[in-house]
């Protein structure tokens, strides 16, 4: 799993880019971002981005799915993979 503190900064980064306000301060690991419109495409990219900046790991193309991405309970899976796979320790 990535650290607490990682995942605080995800919930906050997430939070900042709600549309909804409200929504916000009730975005929980297991809220379905996508399905709920709470993210758009240009926020996956920088999501992706900040994962990529604050882990220094890379998110292959074949990676961004709906899947990985529709939690940040499955975006944590995701990371753990991919930091399995590069032999990236955890931050």
């Not at 607490?4 to 549309?19: A, C, I, Y």
């Not at 301060?25 to 920088?46: F, V």
């Not at 900046?53 to 499955?74: I, S």
């Given at each position: 799993?990535i650290?607490?503190?990682?995942?605080q900064e995800?919930l906050?980064?997430?939070?900042d880019?709600?549309?909804?306000?409200?929504?916000?301060d009730?975005?929980s690991?297991e809220?379905?971002?996508l399905?709920?419109?709470?993210?758009?495409s240009?926020?996956?990219?920088?999501?992706?981005?900040?994962?990529?900046?604050r882990?220094?790991?890379?998110?292959?193309?074949?990676?961004?799915?709906?899947?990985?991405?529709?939690t940040?309970?499955?975006i944590?899976?995701?990371?753990?993979?991919?930091?399995?796979?590069n032999?990236?320790p955890?931050?």
């Amino acid at each position: 799993r990535i650290p607490m503190l990682f995942k605080q900064e995800l919930l906050s980064f997430l939070q900042d880019r709600v549309v909804d306000a409200s929504a916000a301060d009730q975005l929980s690991e297991e809220e379905p971002l996508l399905e709920r419109g709470l993210i758009d495409s240009l926020a996956l990219l920088q999501l992706i981005t900040f994962i990529e900046e604050r882990l220094h790991l890379r998110v292959p193309d074949q990676e961004v799915t709906l899947d990985n991405f529709q939690t940040v309970a499955t975006i944590d899976q995701l990371i753990q993979r991919l930091q399995a796979k590069n032999g990236t320790p955890s931050v």
